[in-house]
């Protein structure tokens, strides 16, 4: 039997007090075997052995493309944009998922930018270098924006210091396309008088972490902190598309353990769908523990006690 699932779009609902929360699929990348893409200069044996302890599949590696979009007033905040017309064989459903969830790319008023990767900012533009999202204002960390857009982009902290450098003049036409619509943001800005970004470097330097925050309901979105349960239980590993791989190391333990500390409920850019769920520890080893829910489309976060935020 072939392995591959063939993903349709699709979406989670997360009704809240004020604000409404959607979990749309982009598809999926996968990029084979997973090293040297994730856990780098490790014995593959090693490895394989990980894999197996988690119930991963120890030949292939492919991780969803959640995005997430929050709904507040007559406001439609969009996360990201997926890989777009980039990969249309895998990926590349953003707007197959908007439409199933109601929204229409031309109701979208605002997009983050969590960080500049393809995809997350694919989608910005079509085949044709048309606005996908012709009414839609532009959100990135300064730092990110001047990593990618002020002289030469430095991968030499990198585990792979070249698999960086053919993304430069795509990410570079997608911000220069949207100048005029985009604000740059400070880590640790709130946006949206709803979302407290927050500084997560290593995967790319302005690279951000955000908390989406409704009176005593919360859910935090550490996108490209971790690319797979892998990455959890063996955080030290890391991965290739880490830009400063020591950071990303030293980031994804603090991330883990402060969502651990905190019991925090958290969402990913590409861990397994929906990519919600929690942190936890046995024996100084943390596990993920995804969210419950029982329905197919909606997550229900009212019946929870309050959590903590990172």
Not at 9 to 34: A, K, M, R
Not at 130 to 148: G, L, M, Q, T
Not at 165 to 188: C, Q
Not at 282 to 309: G, Q, R, S
Request: aromatic share 10%.
């Amino acid at each position: 039997m072939d392995h591959k699932l063939k993903r349709e779009h699709g979406f989670i609902h997360i009704p809240c007090h004020e604000l409404d929360i959607f979990i749309l699929s982009d598809g999926y990348f996968g990029v084979g075997y997973h090293q040297p893409i994730l856990a780098p200069g490790i014995p593959q044996d090693i490895v394989k052995g990980e894999l197996r302890n988690l119930y991963l599949p120890d030949s292939y590696y492919e991780a969803p493309i959640n995005v997430m979009l929050i709904k507040k007033d007559d406001r439609i905040i969009l996360i990201d944009t997926g890989e777009g017309f980039y990969d249309e064989e895998n990926a590349g459903q953003l707007l197959h998922s908007l439409n199933a969830a109601g929204f229409t790319p031309e109701s979208v008023t605002d997009i983050l930018l969590t960080h500049a990767h393809r995809d997350h900012i694919g989608g910005i533009l079509s085949q044709n270098d048309d606005n996908v999202f012709p009414n839609a204002r532009y959100y990135i960390s300064r730092k990110e924006f001047e990593f990618w857009m002020t002289g030469e982009p430095d991968f030499q902290k990198s585990k792979n210091p070249e698999g960086g450098k053919p993304g430069i003049p795509i990410v570079r036409k997608i911000l220069s396309a949207i100048n005029s619509r985009l604000t740059t943001f400070e880590m640790g800005d709130v946006l949206f008088s709803c979302i407290q970004t927050q500084a997560a470097p290593g995967h790319t330097p302005g690279h951000i972490i955000y908390t989406v925050n409704d009176g005593d309901l919360s859910i935090t979105n550490i996108v490209d902190v971790l690319h797979s349960p892998l990455l959890i239980a063996r955080p030290d590993w890391g991965t290739q598309w880490d830009i400063d791989f020591e950071t990303g190391v030293e980031t994804r333990r603090k991330v883990l353990e402060n969502c651990y500390q905190n019991r925090t409920l958290i969402c990913s850019a590409h861990l397994p769908w929906p990519g919600i769920g929690y942190i936890n520890k046995v024996n100084d080893e943390f596990h993920w523990i995804p969210k419950v829910y029982n329905h197919p489309f909606v997550i229900n976060l009212k019946t929870e006690p309050a959590i903590k935020a990172v």
